[in-house]
């Protein structure tokens, strides 16, 4: 019983929300209810008065009679059409307004939160569900069909009711006996509880059936989802697939999957078939167990012929009420049930407070961000990645981060953008906490390049801009000082060239002028505060040359922070950290820390050996002296 209260506060909820949609799809599907058991139930009325109208031989009674049918067939069924017409538009509108929710929801949750491999499965597997069994529209329709039903029982058993008093005409004999108003009743409240008790033992079975089979399926939709969309489906993965011969790997793997997959829904499927049989089973009996009580009733004279056609009927819908009830029932348990996952993942908190402070507005720049004794450790894992690290960082300065692979560089920048929380320790702007700001305006700060930047298949204006507003002269400098201006310039429609193949004929680009789009538009951004991590590692030298040259214009008035682990882009940043296993080991400038003979001495000198172009190391260096002079 529990489980069934659950499950309608589940649906009542998705039932709100579907509202919430649109305010007519209620009513409308309500409507629609009424009018087609309007339909049915006067059908029976008047098909019982026409029958014995015409074995009385009123004939005018009897062609009134079948006009009034006719002309009500005839309105509700186009009244009706129209309505379920209408529907398929409002249920598709359902459809979508669902992905919209759960992708909103993914977007308001922390970043750590998101990174749960858990919330990812929750979201995948509504997904798939949705599209499996119909989602929240076909929920809609399964709660119509279950008031359309309890009104029908309702109104059949009142009948039944009327019928039972009817008695007849001779009360002699053990028909006449068992026809009478007692007699009959009993016999009906026998048949229905043994309906009603037979379906509820057919539900309580194949719900704990479907239970199981719904927890035994965890981790396959994500791992499904995976394969399809990211690997099977993504263009660039091919050049691996070829290449490494994986073609055979990836099939098995994604075929491993697709079976477990299959085998839940077939299994899910299965059960709902049987219920559905043993269902239609348990209402053939009552049927024909009912039909004869009629019968009975009508040999002894209790009833007319035509009302005998009336009973049945009722009796009929009785039976086909009581099933579909049940029906729609499981369906609605089914698509509730893993609709719950989705209201699990809607009601999900995010882990860290969303802050409420402005943040002040200031032309001048002058944001100070400070590390106070920050240690992190990433979710889920025991090691801290960053150790006690206390840093100021100036004021309009530029800094590098730089130490080699896994040092806790870009860890360092997730933690200061907010993505993540210290786990110890606090990071400061202005002296207070950035947990006590506003969460958007405080990401505002920062114009970001991270190393596994992202470019949309947008066109490129969009891609600049990033939901803000386009401003041509503006999209403009952003690419000249990215040094992507004439690249844009030559592509076929410019700054509406679409990006990449996956919607339009759009352009492909290579990875060092995706690089280059990426830094543009984290300048159109116009943040104080700009981070770049490893901008330059899909560049060649010269390109890389050309961007660290530009460099000191791009970030002009700004703080700006780069992160590397090529000691050669350190060269014209005034303040450099040096992180090493996540704790800050160095700090100073260039020639401060060549002769500390450190870590980063060490690192410098060996990665001068190796230096793909020397010459790209010289034209850094004078550019960076010509930048200065300037
Ligand atoms: P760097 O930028 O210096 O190369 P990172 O900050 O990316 O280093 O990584 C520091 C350490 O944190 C590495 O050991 C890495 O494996 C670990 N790490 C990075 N991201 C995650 C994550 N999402 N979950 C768990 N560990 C992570």
Same mark, same amino acid.
């Not at 076909?138 to 029908?152: A, E, Q």
């Given at each position: 019983m529990r489980d069934i209260i659950s499950i309608h506060k589940t649906g009542f909820r998705l039932l709100k929300m579907i509202h919430s949609v649109d305010s007519i799809i209620i009513p409308l599907h309500l409507l629609e209810l009424c009018m087609s058991l309007v339909q049915v139930y006067g059908g029976l009325f008047l098909t019982a008065a026409l029958i014995d109208a015409l074995l009385l031989g009123s004939f005018e009674q009897a062609a009134g009679l079948a006009l009034g049918l006719l002309g009500m067939t005839l309105v509700l069924g186009l009244c009706s059409g129209l309505a379920r017409r209408r529907f398929q538009g409002l249920r598709t509108k359902i459809w979508l307004v669902f992905y919209v929710w759960l992708r909103r929801k993914s977007f308001s949750l922390d970043y750590e939160t998101m990174e749960k491999p858990e919330v990812s499965e929750k979201i995948i597997f509504s997904e798939r569900t949705s599209d499996m069994y119909g989602g929240l529209g076909v929920l809609l329709y399964h709660y119509c069909d279950m008031i359309r039903s309890v009104?029908?029982?309702?109104?059949?058993?009142?009948?039944?009711?009327?019928?039972?008093? =009817?008695?007849?005409?001779s009360p002699e004999g053990l028909l006449g006996r068992l026809a009478g108003p007692v007699p009959t009743a009993l016999l009906f409240v026998g048949v229905l509880a043994g309906m009603g008790w037979s379906s509820w033992k057919v539900f309580k079975k194949y719900a704990v059936k479907q239970q199981e089979i719904f927890q035994s399926h965890t981790g396959v939709e994500n791992k499904l989802s995976?394969?399809?969309?990211?690997? &099977? =489906?993504?263009?660039?993965?091919?050049?691996?697939?070829?290449?490494?011969?994986?073609?055979?790997? &990836?099939?098995?793997?994604?075929?491993?999957?697709?079976?477990?997959?299959?085998?839940?829904?077939?299994?899910m499927c299965l059960v709902g078939r049987q219920e559905s049989s043993a269902n239609r089973a348990v209402s053939s009996i009552f049927t024909i167990v009912s039909y004869l009580l009629v019968a009975m009733k009508a040999v002894t004279g209790a009833v007319t012929i035509g009302a005998f056609t009336q009973y049945a009927g009722a009796l009929n819908q009785f039976g086909t009420s009581v099933s579909s009830l049940i029906g729609d029932h499981g369906g609605m348990r089914k698509i509730c049930t893993y609709m719950q996952e989705f209201l699990a993942f809607l009601d999900m908190e995010t882990l860290h407070e969303k802050g409420s402070i402005p943040v002040e507005k200031r032309n001048d720049g002058e944001y100070e961000l400070a590390f106070e004794n920050v240690s992190f450790r990433y979710p889920g894992s025991r090691e801290m990645?960053?150790?006690?690290?206390?840093?100021?960082?100036?004021?309009?300065?530029?800094?590098?981060?730089?130490?080699?692979n896994g040092a806790g560089k870009t860890t360092f920048i997730k933690l200061l953008c907010r993505l993540y929380e210290p786990t110890e320790g606090r990071i400061t702007l202005n002296g207070i906490d950035i947990r006590k700001y506003d969460e958007e305006e405080y990401r505002s700060l920062f114009g970001v390049v991270f190393q596994d930047f992202k470019l949309f298949a947008f066109p490129v204006w969009e891609n600049i801009t990033a939901g803000y507003?386009?401003?041509?002269?503006?999209?403009?400098?952003?690419?000249?000082q990215a040094d992507a201006e004439e690249m844009v310039k030559k592509m076929p429609e410019q700054l509406d060239t679409w990006l990449y193949k996956n919607m339009k004929n759009g352009v492909d680009i290579s990875g060092g002028e995706a690089q280059k789009l990426a830094l543009a538009r984290a300048l159109y951004k116009d943040a104080p505060v700009v981070i770049l991590d490893e901008p330059t590692a899909a560049l060649d030298p010269k390109a890389e040359a050309q961007i660290y040259a530009r460099f000191n214009r791009m970030v002009e008035g700004r703080t700006s922070i780069f992160i590397s682990h090529r000691m050669s882009s350190c060269r014209f940043c005034d303040d450099i950290i040096v992180f090493d296993q996540g704790e800050i080991v160095e700090r100073g400038s260039h020639e401060e820390l060549l002769a500390a003979r450190g870590n980063y001495a060490e690192m410098w000198n060996a990665q001068a050996k190796y230096y793909e172009s020397q010459e790209s190391l010289r034209e850094i260096n004078n550019n960076q002296n010509k930048s200065t002079e300037k």
């Amino acid at each position: 019983m529990r489980d069934i209260i659950s499950i309608h506060k589940t649906g009542f909820r998705l039932l709100k929300m579907i509202h919430s949609v649109d305010s007519i799809i209620i009513p409308l599907h309500l409507l629609e209810l009424c009018m087609s058991l309007v339909q049915v139930y006067g059908g029976l009325f008047l098909t019982a008065a026409l029958i014995d109208a015409l074995l009385l031989g009123s004939f005018e009674q009897a062609a009134g009679l079948a006009l009034g049918l006719l002309g009500m067939t005839l309105v509700l069924g186009l009244c009706s059409g129209l309505a379920r017409r209408r529907f398929q538009g409002l249920r598709t509108k359902i459809w979508l307004v669902f992905y919209v929710w759960l992708r909103r929801k993914s977007f308001s949750l922390d970043y750590e939160t998101m990174e749960k491999p858990e919330v990812s499965e929750k979201i995948i597997f509504s997904e798939r569900t949705s599209d499996m069994y119909g989602g929240l529209g076909v929920l809609l329709y399964h709660y119509c069909d279950m008031i359309r039903s309890v009104l029908s029982i309702l109104l059949s058993v009142s009948l039944v009711i009327y019928l039972c008093l =009817a008695r007849p005409e001779s009360p002699e004999g053990l028909l006449g006996r068992l026809a009478g108003p007692v007699p009959t009743a009993l016999l009906f409240v026998g048949v229905l509880a043994g309906m009603g008790w037979s379906s509820w033992k057919v539900f309580k079975k194949y719900a704990v059936k479907q239970q199981e089979i719904f927890q035994s399926h965890t981790g396959v939709e994500n791992k499904l989802s995976y394969l399809m969309n990211q690997v &099977l =489906a993504n263009v660039k993965v091919g050049k691996i697939v070829r290449l490494y011969g994986m073609q055979d790997m &990836l099939l098995h793997n994604t075929k491993e999957e697709m079976e477990k997959s299959h085998s839940y829904f077939e299994r899910m499927c299965l059960v709902g078939r049987q219920e559905s049989s043993a269902n239609r089973a348990v209402s053939s009996i009552f049927t024909i167990v009912s039909y004869l009580l009629v019968a009975m009733k009508a040999v002894t004279g209790a009833v007319t012929i035509g009302a005998f056609t009336q009973y049945a009927g009722a009796l009929n819908q009785f039976g086909t009420s009581v099933s579909s009830l049940i029906g729609d029932h499981g369906g609605m348990r089914k698509i509730c049930t893993y609709m719950q996952e989705f209201l699990a993942f809607l009601d999900m908190e995010t882990l860290h407070e969303k802050g409420s402070i402005p943040v002040e507005k200031r032309n001048d720049g002058e944001y100070e961000l400070a590390f106070e004794n920050v240690s992190f450790r990433y979710p889920g894992s025991r090691e801290m990645v960053l150790k006690s690290v206390n840093c100021r960082i100036r004021v309009k300065g530029k800094m590098a981060v730089v130490g080699k692979n896994g040092a806790g560089k870009t860890t360092f920048i997730k933690l200061l953008c907010r993505l993540y929380e210290p786990t110890e320790g606090r990071i400061t702007l202005n002296g207070i906490d950035i947990r006590k700001y506003d969460e958007e305006e405080y990401r505002s700060l920062f114009g970001v390049v991270f190393q596994d930047f992202k470019l949309f298949a947008f066109p490129v204006w969009e891609n600049i801009t990033a939901g803000y507003e386009r401003q041509e002269d503006r999209i403009w400098e952003a690419l000249r000082q990215a040094d992507a201006e004439e690249m844009v310039k030559k592509m076929p429609e410019q700054l509406d060239t679409w990006l990449y193949k996956n919607m339009k004929n759009g352009v492909d680009i290579s990875g060092g002028e995706a690089q280059k789009l990426a830094l543009a538009r984290a300048l159109y951004k116009d943040a104080p505060v700009v981070i770049l991590d490893e901008p330059t590692a899909a560049l060649d030298p010269k390109a890389e040359a050309q961007i660290y040259a530009r460099f000191n214009r791009m970030v002009e008035g700004r703080t700006s922070i780069f992160i590397s682990h090529r000691m050669s882009s350190c060269r014209f940043c005034d303040d450099i950290i040096v992180f090493d296993q996540g704790e800050i080991v160095e700090r100073g400038s260039h020639e401060e820390l060549l002769a500390a003979r450190g870590n980063y001495a060490e690192m410098w000198n060996a990665q001068a050996k190796y230096y793909e172009s020397q010459e790209s190391l010289r034209e850094i260096n004078n550019n960076q002296n010509k930048s200065t002079e300037k």
